[in-house]
């Protein structure tokens, strides 16, 4: 359908068909006309799929411009990125609305900025939860006369722990309003959201055949323990994709392989949430304008990032979440464009994981061997021999003749010469080139490829094998209004690690414990320390009970998928503070 059939203003048309807009996605088609009618929405959507338009143009559309200075539509979103990101597309939808007045509000960044940018007047605000709430504190930020509130990414939201902000942000806002909810997943939590906050939702689902794009070849590699990052050198020296993108689960390990990429010689940086908004921004800039040409991520600090001559992506680690593997590598084959995909794998753990992510994603991921160090030297040579050639037939390097017979008259022929600088030129372009000795495949017995109708065994819980269990105990406890799903969220953020990595949650009044493998317990007690679980800043040590001495929690939080019943306070007074 073509967006001059949505009821789009004319306004909105112009400004599309400029940024060269014509046919509206699925996920647009089918909201666009709901929203304008004032319905409250659930879209059930993947990220690319063009949720930002869907919900932008239609709140663009029905700023009142008799208030046009007050805030009128709300737009939450989990990262900066995302938020910066979706302004600036508002703003571009809204090119010949100049009454329409988007603003960004995201941690990272100066405060005093923003509350200049409020008190000019915006009237739809994007911002993550935090600094949201910051501002309502403040009293910087006023909703009395909202009509539409946006949680864009809410699945995402809820797994970085905002579900009390989200919460309370929506129980201090005007009942009479439109709530419109995007998420990828509908896990229970969502359901809780849409069922207390939503009046009578329409539901959207966007078919997906298949949940990764066609255009991206997926491969994966088996390498052994402790050689990922020649792994990774290798194939980068291989494919040299013009850009590329490493994909790694902890901030840790960011900055570890950025380090020991620069030092091999490659343009990469990394990108994390510890970053100050500053570099973060410069970075970006650098990799955009492929000033640099590896940018090294975590999932989280990589959302919202948009470009589209991303030639590849590295799997550095395998992600936590099967949906984490459908965002890294929808990062390639944009516009259009082919792209390809490549995992690491290290043991046969991460062979089963990756099996379930080609289940899950219904798209075959082939295993192939790595280049091997003479692979990519006499790639390297080949393309050395026809710069020569090249530059022979264009003269480029004419004028050393006096050179060439000063070396002859020292008794060197000219084939001598020419080899030696040949020599010279391939060593140093090859030097970094790792040893490789080719695995031996631990599953030859398996498919070839990683199927999505493999039989293999899901993820196994808990990290078995790499030690004992023990506890941790963390101050924070059921008088602080703690659910198992803040603690998990706030270790897995924290320490990189991922969710099953941890084991059984107890809450009791006080403190909770925490079961961790024994090798991780230094890990999670140092990056754990200092942090905030649902706004309370928190001790952590290693627990100093007796096995089976434990005394009883009053409820087992072995599931997390058991939603805890929800207990937050709701009162006059807290309304108050946010009119």
């Known amino acids: 359908m073509l967006f001059n059939e949505l009821g789009l203003s004319e306004e909105i048309l112009r400004a599309v068909g400029e940024i060269g807009y014509e046919t509206a996605t699925e996920i647009q088609e089918k909201t666009i006309p709901l929203l304008l009618e004032g319905k409250d929405v659930i879209g059930r959507s993947h990220t690319g799929t063009g949720k930002t338009a869907a919900f932008g143009m239609p709140a663009i559309q029905m700023i009142k411009k008799e208030i046009q200075n007050k805030v009128q539509v709300l737009i939450l979103c989990p990262t900066r990125e995302l938020a910066m990101q979706a302004c600036d597309e508002i703003r571009k939808f809204a090119k010949y609305m100049p009454w329409v007045k988007p603003c960004a509000v995201y941690g990272g960044a100066g405060i005093d900025r923003q509350i200049i940018q409020l008190r000019h007047g915006a009237n739809i605000v994007v911002g993550t939860p935090g600094r949201v709430m910051d501002h309502l504190d403040r009293r910087t930020l006023k909703l009395e006369n909202l009509f539409m509130v946006i949680l864009d990414e809410a699945d995402e939201m809820l797994n970085m722990g905002f579900r009390e902000d989200i919460e309370e942000i929506l129980t201090n806002v005007p009942e009479e309003r439109q709530t419109v909810l995007f998420s990828a997943t509908m896990p229970p ?3 809780t959201i849409t069922k207390e906050f939503q009046k009578e939702p329409v539901l959207i689902g966007v078919e997906q055949k298949s949940r990764t794009v066609e255009s991206i070849a997926q491969y994966y590699y088996e390498v052994p323990m402790g050689r990922k990052a020649d792994a990774l050198q290798m194939l980068l020296l291989a494919y040299e994709p013009r850009l590329s993108m490493v994909f790694c689960n902890t901030k840790r390990m960011v900055d570890e392989l950025t380090e020991t990429l620069i030092s091999k010689g490659f343009k990469a940086a990394g990108l994390h949430g510890d970053m100050k908004q500053a570099s973060r921004t410069q970075v970006l800039g650098a990799f955009k304008s492929a000033r640099l040409n590896i940018l090294i991520a975590t999932d989280v600090a990589a959302r919202g990032i948009d470009v589209d001559d991303v030639d590849a992506v590295f799997n550095y680690d395998i992600p936590q979440d099967n949906e984490y593997y459908i965002h890294r590598i929808g990062r390639t084959g944009r516009a259009g464009k082919s792209g390809a995909a490549h995992t690491i794998v290290s043991g046969r753990r991460q062979v089963m994981e990756l099996m379930n992510i080609a289940r899950f994603v219904k798209a075959d991921i082939e295993r192939k061997q790595l280049p091997t160090r003479d692979d990519v030297i006499n790639n390297k040579t080949a393309k050395i021999l026809d710069k020569v050639k090249s530059y022979i037939q264009s003269g480029k390097y004419g004028g050393f003749e006096k050179q ?20 010279m030129r391939i060593s140093k372009e090859t030097r970094s080139v790792p040893e490789f000795i080719k695995v031996s495949h631990q599953f030859e017995n ?6 999505a109708g493999s039989n293999a065994a899901g993820r196994q819980r808990g990290s078995k094998g790499r030690g004992s269990g023990v506890k941790v105990e963390i101050s924070v406890g059921r008088q602080n209004r703690i659910a198992p799903n803040f603690v998990l969220g706030a270790l897995v953020d924290a320490t990189g690690l991922p969710g099953k990595s941890f084991g059984k949650i107890d809450i009791y009044d006080k403190y909770t414990t925490v079961e961790v493998n ?10 754990m320390t200092g942090t905030k ?5 928190i001790k952590i040590k290693a627990y100093e009970g007796k096995s089976g001495s434990f005394p009883k929690p009053e409820k087992d939080y072995r599931s997390l998928d058991k939603a805890r019943p929800d207990n937050r306070i709701k009162t006059a007074n807290r309304r108050k503070k946010f009119q």
């Open 189 to 191: 939590a969502i359901l």
């Open 404 to 423: 060439l017979e000063m070396l002859a008259g020292d008794g060197f022929t000219a084939e001598q010469i020419a080899a030696t600088l040949l020599g």
């Open 446 to 451: 398996r498919n070839t490829n990683t199927r």
């Open 518 to 527: 024994e090798d991780d317990k230094p890990h999670v007690i140092e990056t």
């Open 533 to 537: 679980i649902n706004g309370q800043k």
